[in-house]
Each structure stands twice: as structure tokens, then as C-alpha cells.
């Protein structure tokens, strides 16, 4: 925030004018005070672009755009004057930094807050996209950090989705770093390419530093198109969600809905509280705060003298300062109404109305191919018969009654009067995903008799019902607390070990888990199971720390450190009763100027006993691939990046025993039962332990098999097409029986009770089903009614009767 220059402006409009908050190719932006009190960023276009007839036009785009817009996530235009000899648009001030600027300055941001901002962001997608438009420059110096969440701004290169560029053509928009593919090659680019940015934006915001690099434009371009994003330094579950933003083919995008609902199951508002952003960069937002307070009293207490601006503006940096030109922004819960003439206005509440007399906001036309898509958008809302659009979470279906939705303001034609007041804008509502969640909240297990269309080849109804045989068991108990960890519980003599964020272990008793019996504070996010060893559960800690509690009490035994040459991730086994298995990085430190360089993966063999850790080599093709392996006392198997199945000694540092072959579509997860190894892709295969021979093998007729699971003498493993589950002799590969169901999740293991497996549904607000080990009979389906996002059911068996099912920040012990 710097002092008006003479050749400023004094005023514009009603608005008078009393600091400068940055400049850019468009434009210069001002702070500026309304008649009643209101601060207000004036956006001023620069004269020599005021003179090109055709980026009026542009410019008149811009703002009907910024204006059709809502949510609570976005920057209200109060004011625009687009066809003035100086065109101008006032939108609401922001105290607060860039996503840019709080980075910079104070680094990378917590977990916690990533997630947050990024359910405020896909949030302010959902309101763009919902008028046709798509941003196409989201990055982080266009994301304000308020105290009450993110506020995305500048539109000024906005595209409608009918293809109508709001900018120039001929010219590559957006800035390089947080492209998408399809604008880096010049394709069509629609609302998914926003998705892809904000998985850019939400990179650098955990990593502190953009996802692509390149030493010039071409090779940095090249890498958004064909390469990987750089998402070692991004944390669980941070670099998941980011990896469903950042596929290469839009249609496998995330849908910034669901997007936001892995990011806060809740609803957004439940997390952008007061208190979401840090310590230092919430100092920065009340450091904005202050100097507008201080602006406003010396507004009050001066009158700058004729010609000149105000001179004594007290000096603060701006959240604007380091954008290109800080442009219109949306609408917050104002709503714009279309006459039939293709006029818009802005109508706002009555409440908080200025003293009559104010000048009035002048409609401005919409462009004519915006006037239908926007009248349109103001319809009733779809009656509770109607379908809903793919992906689309607000479905009908969804609500116990049409009047659970909150409807947005509705729009009212502008008063006749020669000079109405301005309004304020009226409160923020509460976004739909809040009204949807706290709709699905009060669902409860799916009653008998449900009936679900089973689906066969290419995922078509097969004609086949496939109708539970009765209700689910009710819950024992039910834990409510923080989110848990996407790990299940791990049982241990009547309890059940869990992980939760931000970083603590808990103890559930089986019979009664609604309240702890005792916690542990102080592990890493590691997405994995606790594991039991050496007579304690083991968990990992900071850098390359490993913690043993007392499964019994809570009690801490042990801490090893191994020092800051290593960083341990991942828990991956445990075997002997004293030793672990460890995936890190073995950090290779060189000055200090220089920084770390680190290996991108290695194993470690950690004994407890002997505090210890021994390095496991690992072949540069297993560098990067998700291990998941099964770890016994004598081997370390799992699928490598050749698409094999590798096995390694665990006594001698981890030669490589044998690999098997098994082609393209080998999946991660294998299984093991006595002397044999199970691994799944277009067959499901059972090979010799210890020497990899090939014992038999089941092709699926078709898809694919997808999941395993094992226990007594059969396996079971998740088949795609169509979808259901498959039970096989283990030992000779004889078909035991196959459960036809609806669609299935695949990305985590089969549960295996001693009556029943258990199975999760693609849709997690499906929970899970239940199927009859010894007939193959689909027993019950039950869930909590409630979407999640990325956030799936966690199932864990005891074997003793016991189930514990764990859907984000709840846990359901199951008599079973």
C-alpha cells in the first residue's frame, strides 16, 4: 500500500480514492472509500487500453463476468462504470496476502491449512463454473488469504465455456508455471483445466514452490504436458488429492465438488474459521487490517489539498502488490438479475443500506450469448423429480425433502428511482456441500429389502437385482472425534489401535470404543497401519524417528532417533518380533547454501533391539513405485516397477530371490496364505514362495481383478467387470463362488471376517457390503449416508466377532 502520486485521481464515481494498491498491464489499483464507510478496490484501466474499442468490449466482459459470479470464496463487485472516458470496477477490499506472498515470506503452510484452502477454492470453481466460465489463471498470486478463508480474484483473462475468449487471441494466457496441459498445447480448455491450477496452486502451497520446473519456457511447458509434478515435499493425504487434480486427461479429473469434499467432509465452512490460517500469516492479514484502519481515521480527520491525493498514507505491503493487474472478482451473495433486454444489475439486500441519495449501480448489458446461459441460472431450483448431472452432489436424491436446500437470494427487479442507494451486500451463505452433509448426517444404516441394479460389461445394468438378505448390524458403539488416518485399526487383546490427524494414536476398546481409553500425541501422518512389535505399537515420528507405546496404557517405551542423514515416510512391516521395515530417504547433505539433496526412495530393515538400521538396495526401477509389499521373517515381497512380482531375503540386506513376470496390469496390492503368494491383474495368479514357480492361475473373462484378500484356505479377490467378488481355493484355484454387487471401491484391500468379507462401495456415501464367506450370499450393506471425497472406508477384522469400520472422523464397532 503506497501514497497517491499527484497524477492520481482523487475520486471515481463515489469513490474517493486513498492509496494505491499495486499496477500491472491493465491497469492501476486504488483503495478507496464509499460515501458510507465502504473500502473498495478501484481497478482503473490504463488510458491508451480505454482507447481500443475492442478491449472495452473485453473489459464490459470482464465485468458482467466478475458480476454473474457468487460463492463465498470469491470477491464481490460493488460498482463498475466499463463504458466511462476512464472505465473502472470496484470490488470489495481483502485485508490480506497472497497465497505468493505468505509462501514467500513464512514458507510452506501446515496440512490443515492446504486442505482448507483447498475446499474454499474448488468452492469458488463451483460458483464459476456454474455461469459457464472458466478462470484459466489460477495461481497463487491470484488467491487471497482472509481470516475467514480464501477469496480467489482476477478475472481478467477469463474465458466463457462457449469458446468466446474475454482476452485477445492468437496469444498462449495464464501464467507457465500453473498452466494445464491444454492451454500449454493450445487446446480447448474448459472448467477441468481449472482443476488441474488449483492442484498446481495447492503443490505450492504445501511444498513452497510450483509442482513443474523448467530452465526455459519450452521445457517447462513440455513438462506440464508429459512430465510428473514434483510432490516429494507434499505431505498425506495433500499429495493424493493433488495427484486427482493433476491427470493428463481432463475427463479423469476430479470434479472440484467431490474435490472440496475430500478436502473438508464437513463443508468448507466448518474449517475456514477464524483460526485456519497460522500464526505469521495470520498476522499478516491483521497488519492489512491496520493500516485500513488507519487510513480510514486520517480519511476522516483530512482533506488532501485541491489536486493532490492524500500524502500521508501510512506504508503497508499490499495483497495486491505483486499481482499483474488486480481485475474484477465475483459476486458474493448479491445476486445479478437479466432482463429480457440482456441488462444485468447487481441486487442486494436491504440491510445495511447507505443514507439515500448515493449514486446508483448503472445495469451494464451482458454479452447477447450470455444472456440465455444467464437466465437460466436463475430459474427455480430443479424440482425433486429432476436428474441430476453427472458428478453433480446436490442430487435430489440426496435431500429428505426439496426444502433442505438453501435456495440463493432471489432476484428482484431494481427499484425506479433516479437515485436508489447502495447496499451492502447481505451475509455469505452457507454453501450447498454444508446443507448436503448435514442432510446426509442424519442418515443411518440402508434398511432391508434395498435393491441395487447390478452392472455388467462397459458398467451396464446385467437385468439382475442384487438385493441384500436383510439389514446390517446395528453399531455397538460409535467413535466421534478428529479425522482419522487413511490406515485400518490394527486389534490387540480387546482393542483397536488407530491414527488420527493431526498426529496421534488411539486405543478403542471392541466392546465400547466411543471413548478413547487412552491417547498418544506426537506420530507422523504415515498412511499406515500401526504396527505390533517387540511388545509395543510402533508408529513413526518426525524425520527419522520410530516410537514404541505400550499397546496397554498409552505409555511411551522407547524413542530411536536416527539422526538427520535420514527421513523415514512409511511403516511398511514388521517380522522376528524386534524388526521393521522402513520406506524414507537417505539424505545426502552438502552445505549449507546448497541445501539437501535426497534420494527418492529407500528401504531400511530397522532392529529394534540393536537400534540399528540397515539400508535394503533398491533397483532403479522400484525407484517411485508405490510399494506395498508383505513382510515376512525370511522375505520382503511386493510388485515391482518392471510390473513383476520381486521377492527379497530379509537375512542378508535383501538380494533379490526371484521375480516373476506378470505384465502391464499387475496391481500393487498382493496377498499370501502359508507358503504361496497371491498377486491380481488380468489374472489372479498363485506362485511359490520360495522359489516363484507358478502353481495355477484364473483369468478373468472380463476386466480384471482388482483387490485380494485371504484367509482359512481361500482367496478372494474384487472383479470389475462385471463387479463383485470372486472365492477361490487357494490351494488349487478351484472357483468357490462368485458375488455379483454394485460397484465396488479397488484401491483397498478385502476385509476378512471369520463368516463374512467385506467390500467398500465406489461411492463412499454407499459404505460397504458384507458377503457370506461359505455361500457367497450378499448379507447387508451399511452406511452412514455421508460423501467424503477421497476420505474411503477403512474396514478391520478380529476374527473374534469384531469389526471396526472407520469413514473419516468415525469409527463403528460391528458385531459380526
Not at 520406506?583 to 540399528?612: D, I, W, Y
Not at 467424503?788 to 472406508?793: K, M, V
Request: charged share 20%; aromatic share 6%.
Amino acid at each position: 500500500m503506497k501514497p497517491l502520486r499527484p497524477d492520481d485521481p482523487e475520486r471515481l464515481g463515489p469513490y474517493r480514492l486513498v492509496a494505491r494498491l499495486g499496477a500491472g498491464g491493465m491497469g492501476r489499483v486504488y483503495l478507496g472509500t464509499s460515501p458510507d464507510g465502504r473500502t473498495v478496490a478501484v481497478k482503473v484501466i490504463r488510458p491508451e487500453m480505454a482507447e481500443d474499442k475492442n478491449f472495452r468490449i473485453r473489459f464490459r466482459r470482464e465485468v458482467a463476468a466478475a458480476a454473474a459470479v457468487g460463492g463465498m470464496y470469491t470477491v464481490p463487485v460493488v460498482d463498475a462504470a466499463p463504458d466511462e472516458e476512464t472505465p473502472w470496477l470496484a470490488t470489495d477490499y481483502i485485508p490480506g496476502p497472497t497465497l505468493a506472498e505468505a509462501v514467500e515470506e513464512h514458507g510452506a503452510l501446515p496440512v490443515e491449512t492446504v486442505l482448507a484452502l483447498g475446499a474454499g477454492i474448488a468452492e469458488a470453481l463451483i460458483a464459476v463454473h456454474a455461469e459457464g466460465l472458466v478462470h484459466r489463471d489460477l495461481k497463487p498470486s491470484n488467491v487471497l488469504l482472509a481470516a475467514d478463508g480464501p477469496r480467489v480474484i482476477d478475472f481478467g483473462i477469463v474465458r466463457a465455456r462457449d469458446g468466446y475468449e474475454l482476452t485477445g487471441s492468437g496469444a498462449l494466457f495464464g501464467s507457465l508455471d500453473y498452466m494445464c496441459p491444454e492451454q500449454a498445447t493450445g487446446d480447448p480448455m474448459g472448467p477441468e483445466g481449472d482443476v488441474f491450477c488449483l492442484g498446481s496452486v495447492l503443490a505450492f502451497a504445501a511444498s513452497g514452490h510450483a509442482p513443474f520446473t523448467g530452465a526455459a519456457a519450452a521445457a517447462l511447458l513440455y513438462q506440464v504436458v508429459h512430465g510428473s509434478p514434483d510432490l516429494t515435499a507434499v505431505p498425506e493425504p495433500l499429495d493424493k488429492i493433488i495427484s486427482l487434480c493433476h491427470a493428463k486427461d481432463p475427463a479423469l479429473r476430479v470434479l472440484p465438488d467431490r474435490l472440496s469434499a475430500a478436502c473438508a467432509p464437513g463443508g468448507a465452512e466448518l474449517v475456514l474459521t477464524e483460526g485456519w490460517l497460522p500464526a505469521p500469516v495470520a498476522a499478516m492479514v491483521a497488519e492489512r487490517r491496520a493500516a485500513v484502519t488507519d487510513l480510514d481515521r486520517l480519511t476522516r480527520s483530512l482533506t488532501p489539498a485541491p489536486g493532490r491525493g492524500l500524502g500521508r498514507v501510512p506504508a503497508a505491503r499490499s495483497s495486491y502488490e505483486t499481482a499483474a493487474a488486480v481485475t474484477a472478482a465475483p459476486v458474493s451473495s448479491a445476486v445479478t438479475a437479466v432482463a429480457a433486454d440482456g441488462t444485468a444489475d447487481v441486487v442486494h439486500g436491504a440491510e445495511g443500506a447507505s443514507a439515500v441519495g448515493s449514486p446508483r449501480l448503472e445495469p451494464f448489458p451482458l454479452p447477447d450469448d450470455l444472456v440465455a446461459e444467464r437466465s437460466t441460472a436463475l430459474t427455480a431450483p430443479t424440482s425433486a423429480g429432476a436428474s441430476a448431472a453427472p458428478g453433480d452432489l446436490t442430487a435430489p436424491t440426496a435431500l429428505t425433502s426439496p426444502t433442505a436446500l438453501i435456495a440463493p437470494d432471489t432476484p428482484t427487479a431494481p427499484t425506479a428511482s433516479a437515485a436508489p442507494p447502495h447496499h451492502r451486500a447481505p451475509a455469505r451463505s452457507v454453501s450447498r456441500r454444508a446443507v448436503l452433509v448435514a442432510t446426509a448426517a442424519a442418515g443411518t444404516a440402508l434398511a432391508a429389502g434395498a435393491v441395487f441394479v447390478a452392472r455388467g460389461t462397459g458398467g451396464q445394468p446385467t437385468g439382475q437385482a442384487v438385493r441384500p438378505l436383510g439389514p446390517p448390524p446395528e453399531p455397538a458403539w460409535v467413535y466421534r472425534g478428529g479425522p482419522l488416518l487413511q490406515a485400518p485399526a490394527v486389534f490387540h487383546e480387546g482393542t483397536a489401535l488407530m491414527k488420527t490427524r493431526p498426529g496421534a494414536m488411539i486405543c478403542l476398546d471392541v466392546e465400547n470404543g466411543a471413548q478413547p481409553k487412552w491417547v498418544y500425541q506426537g506420530i507422523s501422518l504415515s498412511p499406515t497401519p500401526v504396527l505390533l512389535t517387540s511388545d509395543a505399537a510402533v508408529a513413526l515420528g518426525t524425520g527419522a524417528t520410530l516410537i514404541g507405546v505400550d499397546p496397554a496404557s498409552g505409555a511411551e517405551r522407547f524413542t530411536l532417533d536416527f539422526g538427520e542423514d535420514y527421513q523415514f515416510d512409511q511403516l511398511l512391516g514388521s517380522y522376528d518380533g524386534y524388526a521393521v521395515s522402513v520406506l524414507g530417504a537417505s539424505l545426502e547433505r552438502q552445505s549449507t547454501e546448497q541445501g539437501v539433496a535426497t534420494s527418492t526412495s529407500t528401504v531400511f530393515g530397522v532392529n529394534l533391539k540393536a537400534h540399528q538400521a540397515l539400508i535394503i538396495p533398491v533397483d532403479p526401477e522400484d525407484v517411485g513405485i508405490p510399494l506395498q509389499p508383505l513382510i515376512t521373517s525370511d522375505y520382503f515381497i511386493y510388485a515391482d516397477g518392471l510390473r513383476n512380482v520381486a521377492v527379497r531375503n530379509t537375512r542378508d540386506g535383501g538380494s533379490l530371490l526371484w521375480r516373476h513376470q506378470v505384465g502391464y496390469d499387475l496391481r500393487p496390492g498382493l496377498a499370501a496364505l502359508g507358503r504361496t503368494v497371491f498377486a491380481i491383474g488380468s489374472e489372479l495368479i498363485a506362485l511359490d514362495l520360495p522359489t516363484g514357480r507358478l502353481r495355477w492361475k484364473a483369468k478373468a473373462e472380463r476386466g480384471m481383478y482388482a483387490s485380494l484378500g485371504a484367509g482359512g484356505n481361500t482367496v478372494y479377490a474384487i472383479g470389475t467387470d462385471p463387479y463383485g467378488v470372486h472365492a477361490f481355493n487357494a490351494s488349487n484355484g478351484a472357483r468357490r463362488w462368485f458375488c455379483e454387487t454394485p460397484r465396488l471401491g479397488i484401491d483397498n484391500p478385502i476385509a476378512v471376517g471369520a463368516h463374512a468379507v467385506y467390500v467398500p462401495a465406489l461411492e463412499n456415501k454407499n459404505g460397504f457390503y458384507a458377503i457370506d464367506t461359505a455361500s457367497g450370499r450378499l448379507l447387508w450393506n451399511f452406511t452412514d449416508g455421508r460423501e467424503t471425497g477421497i476420505n474411503d472406508w477403512q474396514l478391520s477384522c478380529d476374527g473374534a466377532g469384531h469389526l471396526v469400520a472407520q469413514h473419516f472422523d468415525r469409527a463403528y464397532g460391528l458385531p459380526v
